[in-house]
């Protein structure tokens, strides 16, 4: 049986000026947020930087996987930061992507950068399992949400603007939990002028693998919807519309038709996580053989029609699509590099971000690369 590795972590020393932006650990109060866990059972928390608009936030969730069974979430042990906050640093400093956004006022905003320490995409609800690993990732997202509504102010300002975003299992997590979210904080709240999800690198398409003895990522999500409780927390619509198979409200492609709230989907033609996994290949490896190209050329042409299928015409839900062999974008300069050619011209992420948010221009609600070939975006790294 194969195993597939951990996504990488984002790296977290990176330029809000040269220097970047600093932002502190908050851990949560165990007699406030009880909950809110990591595997390990140590608190949880966030990274917050007051930026100069107090109506202007970006809440960033970490990817870094996530695991199904107790085999695979005993190997990240081997990662302790996925797992416990025991080693967290006090500060953090991050100068890319999302957080030094050339739109001026996301420039300003206050920041908060979530920690993944969960395993779980941020939507399990388990106590703890016959191996010892909670899995508490949706009462992490309600208590970052609770504290920054509480201690920090969010929503207190009229003509606020909030971006739920995340790389990877970050994004997933805000792929699952956006509309609980808009519904437990926002919903009655007048001071809010815009909520959306920024979701980059959520988007798994149902594949079967290239050979049969890897574990497709539908298979994944079976196992962590009956291992972590997730029928207790996935959205009940979604669950509703799929009886009997829950476990695809928290698979990208069944998922995304039912968000309610507005979103901007991020996802590279040849994303190279679930690509590397579905050829059984060390995440981002060179393809080298006829099959494996034959194999990323219709996962290309998967991706696009079934994002095509699933973005509806909309103002505020569009979708970039870069035919990269690439893996997020919100935390590094990928943010800028990676541009797509449409009928509008050049797009990177920052523009499509920044014209979503605003709902400003006559531009398309999906941008999709027009080029032909592996890896042929624009900017798309080598």
């Not at 988007?203 to 207790?232: G, H, Q």
């Not at 973005?311 to 035919?323: D, T």
């Not at 062999?325 to 797509?340: G, L, M, N, P």
Request: hydrophobic share 35%.
């Amino acid at each position: 049986m194969a195993w597939r590795t951990v996504a990488p972590l984002m790296v977290l020393a990176l330029a809000h000026s040269a220097s970047g932006v600093t932002l502190s650990l908050h851990l949560f109060n165990e007699s406030t947020h009880p909950n809110a866990r990591c595997n390990d059972g140590t608190m949880s928390g966030y990274y917050f930087h007051a930026g100069s608009s107090t109506n202007t936030w970006i809440i960033q969730q970490q990817g870094g996987g996530w695991c199904f069974d107790e085999r695979s979430c005993k190997d990240r042990l081997n990662t302790p930061d996925l797992v416990s906050s025991k080693e967290w640093k006090e500060q953090i400093t991050i100068s890319d992507g999302v957080f030094n956004s050339s739109d001026p006022r996301l420039h300003m905003a206050n920041m908060v950068y979530v920690q993944y320490c969960t395993s779980d995409a941020y939507i399990g609800n388990t106590s703890e399992t016959s191996f010892g690993f909670q899995f508490r990732g949706r009462a992490v997202v309600d208590a970052v949400f609770s504290s920054l509504i509480h201690a920090h102010g969010l929503g207190s300002s009229p003509d606020t603007t909030v971006i739920y975003s995340g790389c990877s299992a970050g994004a997933r997590g805000a792929l699952f939990n956006t509309n609980h979210v808009a519904t437990a904080f926002f919903s009655q709240n007048p001071n809010i002028s815009f909520y959306g999800a920024l979701l980059d690198s959520a988007f798994w398409i149902d594949l079967a693998p290239i050979t049969p003895s890897l574990i497709s990522f539908a298979e994944e999500a079976k196992r962590v919807y009956a291992l972590m409780n997730v029928e207790t927390t996935a959205d009940p619509a979604c669950i509703a519309s799929f009886p009997g198979e829950g476990w695809q409200c928290i698979f990208g492609q069944y998922a995304v038709p039912h968000i309610r709230t507005p979103y901007l989907l991020h996802a590279y033609s040849y994303d190279a996580y679930q690509l590397s996994g579905d050829l059984g290949i060390p995440f981002g490896s060179k393809l080298q053989t006829p099959a494996q190209r034959a194999y990323a050329s219709g996962f290309h042409n998967a991706t696009a029609t079934t994002a095509r299928a699933d973005i509806q015409p909309s103002s505020r839900q569009r979708g970039l699509l870069p035919a990269c062999y690439s893996h997020c974008a919100t935390e590094d300069a990928r943010w800028w590099q990676v541009r797509v050619q449409s009928g509008a011209g050049l797009v990177s992420l920052d523009d499509a971000v920044s014209s979503w948010y605003r709902g400003t221009g006559a531009v398309p609600y999906l941008y999709q690369d027009s080029c032909t070939g592996f890896n042929c975006g624009r900017g798309c790294p080598a």
